[in-house]
């Protein structure tokens, strides 16, 4: 079938598959993102400022208290809980008959607080106590600057990349693909509109565009989507209407012609099924320059807003510790950002091989 990958020459690829599987991986990081988060509240917004910053691997002690918000499954599956319990890091405690001498994280040796037993839902034992309200937590990369999970944040984060990569690419796809087919096949006045459209977009640098779009229709999640996808259509068109321009000339799209098919069947039926190819390859490079967008909107504060974590806003919220030996806490957001850009470019240059695109 023409237009499929050829699957024995992809398996042969190996970088293809790896960069594949990665891939995979993120996406159902993302979809599973608060089953698997250690943190499931939502946005993993659980501050604990008294362990702020801490190093990778980090364990603390924490008194467990119930707060009784939660969502519905659904909701918590796409949005998380919205407050699954209160927590309070520890160093130590001392049970009492009117409750819980508490010496919070990072508190003098000699202080103490008291948490009144009618906090505790069960009798105050210590084998109660130590089951119900009371269990070490680990941090696997450590916590940011306001003592969130930096792993759940990083889980969870996710999902606006892998988002603003499909959604962007497919806004991309229905412009560029649309007006790049109706230049390259009907030509003249319709050809001359579209290509300086076409120059008028690839004139202007596309970040400085993003950030126009983006502050006309107002910072949020949707809307810095809309204005990334709205800026990498003109690749597509332009290799579309080449494509056209080309294919349009063969035997079989006169034969059509000549048995008086429609233009849009020709367009449609004819002539897209063989530019799958291109598309495949294009669309690989223009979700990996997506991501690199959002990334950069959200290190200027323009793209997803706090507290919805993304790689690129926890790059700006902690880079200045890249001086105040806690460098983890950019390096790690940043290699989640560089990883996924290089498996979506290593794929795309292989598609291109294995498809044989030509240059």
Not at 23 to 42: C, E, G, K, N
Not at 114 to 125: C, E, G, R
Not at 265 to 271: D, F, G
Not at 343 to 359: E, P, Q, V, Y
């Amino acid at each position: 079938m023409r237009g499929s990958i050829p699957h024995k020459k992809f398996l042969k690829d190996l970088w293809a598959v790896f960069s594949t599987l990665y891939i995979i991986l993120l996406v159902l990081a993302a979809i599973f993102a608060y089953q698997i988060s250690p943190d499931s509240t939502s946005n993993a917004n659980q501050m604990h400022l008294s362990i702020h910053s801490q190093s990778p691997g980090f364990r603390v002690k924490m008194l467990v208290l119930s707060a009784g918000n939660k969502r519905t499954y659904g909701d918590a599956f796409f949005s998380g809980e919205l407050s699954k319990r209160n927590e309070i890091p520890i160093q130590d405690y001392k049970l009492k008959s009117n409750g819980v001498e508490i010496q919070p994280y990072g508190s003098p040796s000699d202080y103490y607080e008291l948490i009144d037993a009618s906090k505790f839902q069960s009798p105050l034992t210590e084998t109660n106590f130590i089951e119900e309200h009371l269990e070490e937590k680990s941090f696997l990369l450590g916590t940011d600057k306001y003592g969130r999970d930096l792993l759940s944040r990083l889980i969870i984060g996710s999902r606006i990349s892998l988002s603003i990569g499909f959604i962007a690419v497919f806004i991309s796809l229905l412009i560029g693909v649309t007006l790049g087919a109706l230049a390259g096949f009907f030509g003249g006045y319709i050809d001359k509109f579209i290509v300086w459209l076409i120059n008028v977009f690839w004139s202007i640098p596309t970040l400085l565009m993003v950030i126009a779009i983006t502050l006309a229709l107002g910072r949020g999640f949707w809307q810095v989507f809309i204005a990334v996808g709205l800026t990498m259509w003109v690749d597509v068109a332009r290799v579309v209407r080449g494509q056209v321009i080309t294919i349009k000339e063969k035997t079989f799209i006169k034969a059509a012609q000549t048995l008086g098919y429609r233009k849009t069947r020709i367009i449609s039926h004819h002539i897209i099924p063989l530019l799958v190819p291109h598309l495949i390859v294009i669309s690989t490079a223009n979700f990996a320059s997506a991501i690199l967008i959002e990334s950069g909107l959200s290190f200027l504060g323009i793209g997803a807003q706090p507290p919805v974590p993304s790689w690129g806003g926890m790059v700006k919220d902690h880079f200045r510790y890249l001086l105040l030996g806690k460098p983890y806490l950019t390096l790690i957001p940043g290699l989640a950002i560089m990883s996924l850009v290089l498996a979506f470019m290593t794929l795309g240059n292989s598609l291109r091989d294995i498809l044989d695109i030509k240059h």
